[in-house]
């Protein structure tokens, strides 16, 4: 006796189903691509401010304002890049314009590049200004860099856990030659309903803000103090948010 094995047919072999490749997001605009690190830092602060939000009325508007400069914004967002185009004060007859252009583009799931170009002219000057950008987004951190004729920002933002937060960030200035160096945290407590916010740079600059909010009621309190000690300057701030 002995066992015998069938063998399905060519035809009778199951398929696999082609894998389907998941389109390339859409990379945001030029002026987001450090946001991740900047909201690390605390926003600087000084006298006491008291701010409320709240809505009138869905038809109700105040305005005013002095038509001193108009400008042109336009933005197209397709599936994978980002082009923009803003016009300041553009003069036909005195023939000065401010033009700055971003592009950008998603070359993988993970990495961005492109660039901004800044131009203007004005009566008896004209120049251009070329910057080049790119950002790797990784699961838990993300770097970004510019890099142009005018200097270079770089950052690094990363996320330790849902609590803590730090970015690290590096400007250089051509033109004012002048570097600066700063780190920032970010400390979460969800059971305090408490946000902490701190930052030490190269210019000898310490800061912190201390954010709580005061739950049922909509309103949030932060306090803040920052010490140069460089030039021996001081300033703290406290501010009160309803809504």
Known sequence: MGNTLGLAPMGA?????PRREEPLPNPGSFD??????????????????LVVNKVLS??????????????????????????????GNPDLIGESVIMVAHFLQSLTHRLVLGGE?????RPGEEGAILTLAGKYSAVH????????????????????????????????NTRLQDTTFS??????LPQANMVFRGLVDSNWCVGAVLEKKMPPLPV?????????????RFHCGFTITVG
């Open 220 to 232: 949030t309190l932060a306090l803040g103090a920052f010490l140069n000690h460089w030039r021996n």
């Open 32 to 49: 987001e691509l450090h946001r991740l690190c900047k909201d690390v830092f605390p926003a600087q602060m000084e006298g006491v401010k």
């Open 13 to 17: 072999l199951p398929r696999r189903s």
């Open 141 to 172: 951190w993300v770097a970004t860099l510019n890099v142009g004729s005018g200097g270079a920002h770089a950052s690094y933002y990363h996320k330790a856990n849902e609590q803590v937060q730090v970015g690290v960030e590096f400007e250089a």
């Open 58 to 87: 869905s038809h109700f508007q105040t305005q005013q304002a002095k038509f001193l400069t108009w400008q042109f914004d336009g933005e197209y967002r397709g599936d994978d890049y980002t082009a923009t185009l803003t016009l």
């Open 183 to 188: 780190f920032g945290y970010h400390l979460t």
């Open 117 to 121: 170009l800044v131009y203007h002219r």
